[in-house]
């Protein structure tokens, strides 16, 4: 089996689009763990990606923008709110990189119902916001439903200068084009597509944070690995396949 090559700037690779969206303002944090310590958390058919024989968690906060389906417009209201999410990074046995959420806590409780119903990724409704203060960028979240309730985190990071040759590391955490998850049975593959990121490197300032913990995870033990920031970017969602079926063909947004 081959491993598709992390690609900065792929070409699309679904022949439609059933979900439109913008993410805004993100900070990523990562950690190095153990593959076998994220193995028994992936979906059957998947296991944890690596680089250079290490796995990661990410925590990553941002603004979801103007959500909505096909090529129609975003959905007033309920298309944007904050989330932040814990991830593992995935490949399966086509070889399609991913990530796997171990949790996406969401500002919006349609948004979370929606998602939990549909495609049974583990949504939580949560209370959130993200403050400005110059270069410093501060995102709060505290978990509703359905819990741990009160799980909470709080991270602030100073944004820096943008990356011009992002590292093998900031490539392998970022550039990310599908989804894991299982639901009704199966191991089911989402890709999405986006163009390529505008990153910049970050310095983490403060971290209180009960999310990673609360996904089943060791908590963040030490600094982490790579702090990053995008001012966001445009994206697009193919329908989902399972994992046996890899992506036909690849064509040019």
Request: include cysteine; aromatic fraction near 10%; proline fraction near 10%.
């Amino acid at each position: 089996m081959d491993t598709e090559p992390v690609e900065a700037a792929p070409e699309q690779a679904f022949p439609r689009s059933i979900l439109r969206q913008r993410w805004d303002d993100l900070t990523f944090l990562h950690w190095a763990v153990e593959p076998a310590v994220v193995a028994p958390l992936l979906p059957p058919g998947t296991r944890p990606d690596t680089l250079d024989g290490v796995s990661y968690v990410g925590l990553i906060g941002f603004r979801m923008v103007g959500l909505g389906f096909g090529r129609g417009p975003g959905v007033p209201y309920f298309g944007s709110f904050w989330e932040t999410n814990v991830r593992l990074y995935s490949v399966d046995d086509t070889g399609r990189r991913a990530v796997v959420f171990r949790s996406l806590d969401a500002s919006r409780l349609a948004a979370v119902l929606v998602a939990r119903a549909t495609l049974r990724l583990p949504y939580m409704w949560s209370r959130m916001r993200l403050e400005r203060d110059g270069d410093h960028y501060t995102y709060r979240c505290r978990r509703r439903w359905p819990g741990p309730a009160g799980a909470t985190s709080r991270m602030v990071v100073r944004v820096g200068e943008p990356i011009a040759d992002p590292t093998p590391l900031e490539h392998f955490v970022t550039a990310r084009w599908g989804l894991h998850t299982r639901a009704y049975g199966r191991t089911l593959h989402l890709p999405n597509w986006h163009p390529r990121w505008p990153l910049h490197r970050a310095e983490l300032v403060h971290l209180d944070d009960e999310l990673v913990a609360a996904a089943g995870l060791p908590a963040p033990d030490g600094a982490p690995v790579s702090v990053l920031y995008s001012p966001g970017v445009p994206v697009r969602f193919g329908p989902p396949v399972t994992r046996g079926r890899a992506a036909q063909f690849r064509q040019s947004s």
